[in-house]
């Protein structure tokens, strides 16, 4: 599955490293393989909205940003070229965990899902699930 234009674990650290949104939200990679990623994000205070739940914008970022990895992991230098969100329940908890992977790899464009949880007390629940279409540059 891996292209020699393919991102690696390496570069995809570096890139965040330099992503002043990506520290914004601190975001946490976890899992790296061709075509799959995990990361996390911390729930802190100004990432929630009125409610006290993890801001819908943060599970969007976290979808968005995980297909496109993926994606990259697989076929190099990627842009979203569109995504759909659903949220399931609300973000409660410590953490956002966002588990994307590749559906398909074609010539132009990469299709991919991810699901986001939220760990609370230790269990996981799943509050979003989304599918991008991500673009080869």
Not at 5 to 19: F, G
Not at 112 to 117: C, L, W, Y
């Amino acid at each position: 599955m891996n292209s020699p234009t393919s991102l690696t674990r390496e570069q995809l650290e570096q890139a965040l490293q330099i992503s002043p949104f990506a520290q914004l939200i601190g975001f946490n990679l976890t899992h790296f393989a061709p075509g799959q990623i995990e990361m996390q994000v911390a729930i802190r205070p100004e990432l929630t909205q009125h409610h006290g739940f993890a801001h819908g914008a943060v599970v969007g970022f976290m979808i968005d940003s995980a297909c496109a990895w993926a994606a990259a992991s697989v076929v190099g230098d990627v842009v979203t070229s569109e995504y759909k969100v659903n949220f399931l329940a609300p973000a409660i908890g410590e953490t956002l965990i966002c588990r994307s992977d590749v559906i398909k790899a074609g010539q132009r464009q990469v299709v991919t899902r991810a699901d986001v949880f939220a760990l609370h007390n230790g269990q996981e629940k799943i509050v979003a699930t989304g599918l991008a279409t991500i673009a080869r540059i």
